[in-house]
């Protein structure tokens, strides 16, 4: 499975992106998928993920109702809706994925906290910057 993120940018506070993270090389639609964001610095951060089918999101209470997960298993691709930026959202953000049918199951049931060593793909990332 390859992951390719895409969306990011230079945003002031307060505004708005979609980045999107495109699929390809394996069935979409069995893979649990997250977002992940890095600031210079700091800890890699579990900030959204969605089960395989989409019945289930969860969010960091550090985005609380500002982001919003979707995805589209007929274009293999997963959303972020990111609303509301602050400058502390700065960071570069990356997708994640996990096959239902890895052994520990329990690995794509997208639960919280969001941990990076339950994903076993991930992309390049994509830069988000919140600045006046």
């Known amino acids: 499975l390859q992951l390719v993120e895409s969306g990011g940018g230079l945003v002031q506070p307060g505004g708005s992106l979609r980045l999107s993270c495109e699929a390809s090389g394996a069935a979409f639609h069995d893979y649990a998928v997250a977002w992940f964001r890095q600031a210079p610095g700091k800890e890699r951060e579990g900030v959204s993920c969605i089960s395989a089918h989409g019945g289930t999101t969860n969010y960091a209470d550090s985005v609380g109702s500002r982001f919003t997960i979707s995805r589209d298993n007929g274009k293999n691709t997963v959303f972020l809706q990111v609303n509301n930026l602050k400058p502390e959202d700065t960071a570069v953000y990356y997708c994640?994925?996990?096959?239902?049918?890895?052994?520990?199951?329990?690995?794509?049931?997208?639960?919280?906290?969001?941990?990076?060593?339950?994903?076993?793909?991930w992309g390049q990332g994509t830069q988000v910057t919140v600045s006046s």
């Open positions: 994640a994925a996990v096959s239902i049918f890895v052994p520990d199951t329990i690995r794509a049931t997208c639960n919280t906290p969001i941990r990076g060593r339950d994903y076993d793909y």
